[in-house]
T-cell receptor
Framework: GAVVSQHPSWVICKSGTSVKIECRSL??????MFWYRQFPKQSLMLMAT?????????EQGVEKDKFLINHASLTLSTLTVTSAHPEDSSFYIC??????????????FGPGTRLTVL | AQKVTQAQTEISVVEKEDVTLDCVYE???????LFWYKQPPSGELVFLIR??????QNEISGRYSWNFQKSTSSFNFTITASQVVDSAVYFC?????????????FGKGTMLLVSP
């Protein structure tokens, strides 16, 4: 199946700093990518839809100024957590549809990035 | 109301037992897709199956089988002869035409613990 990578796999940072997480589709192009957040022992919650060449679409309740998303190319989307605070500590996962633009595409997920804010 | 309900929070079985994970969904769309994903302790989600709303045929893949019943809005997952490596959190998810298809709504997940 399609491969999606994320970098870094884990990061620890001090409160107030910004952290950038990269999501790459390795063997296919993705005009759309998705960013999810998962708290311990909870489900995945969609944060935003990243669109290549245009602004991201954020889910209700997600601060777009805090979680900056840039989809610079057909294989790369980045999520920057700005001025991170301890409550931002979570597992962040990206995904990309296997065939962009088609209905019911299988989503392929990256391995996730565990963010810990001290 | 939850769109995807996985009522079983945690299931514990002994190796070689069969186990069924339940998934009930809710949608007004006539066209939709259902998925199951496995999340082992490492955290990475592993795709297991995708089923569209027009295909009610049950599917078997090795020790895994899925029972899709539109009449009860259920898409249950059975593992036959469970193994320790099956221990993981399993998520059922729904993709609806009304939400643009690619967006997935996840259930809360069922943690499966298989002991030797």
């Amino acid at each position: 199946g399609a491969v999606v990578s994320q970098h870094p796999s884990w990061v620890i940072c001090k409160s107030g700093t910004s952290v950038k997480i990269e999501c790459r589709s390795l063997d296919f192009q993705a005009t759309t990518m998705f960013w999810y957040r998962q708290f311990p022992k909870q489900s995945l919650m969609l944060m935003a839809t990243s669109n290549e060449g245009s602004k991201a679409t954020y889910e209700q309740g997600v601060e777009k100024d805090k979680f900056l998303i840039n989809h610079a190319s057909l294989t790369l989307s980045t999520l920057t957590v700005t001025s991170a605070h301890p409550e931002d500590s979570s597992f962040y996962i990206c995904s990309a549809p296997g065939t962009s633009g088609r209905g019911g595409d299988t989503q392929y997920f990256g391995p996730g990035t565990r963010l810990t804010v001290l | 109301a939850q769109k995807v309900t996985q009522a079983q929070t945690e299931i514990s079985v002994v190796e070689k037992e069969d186990v069924t994970l339940d998934c009930v969904y809710e949608t007004r769309d006539t066209t939709y897709y259902l998925f199951w994903y496995k999340q082992p302790p490492s955290g990475e989600l592993v795709f297991l199956i995708r089923r569209n709303s027009f295909d009610e045929q049950n599917e078997i893949s090795g020790r895994y089988s899925w029972n899709f019943q539109k009449s009860t809005s259920s898409f249950n997952f059975t593992i036959t002869a469970s193994q320790v490596v099956d221990s993981a959190v399993y998520f059922c998810a729904l993709s609806e035409a009304g939400s643009g298809y690619s967006t997935l709504t996840f259930g809360k997940g069922t943690m499966l613990l298989v002991s030797p």
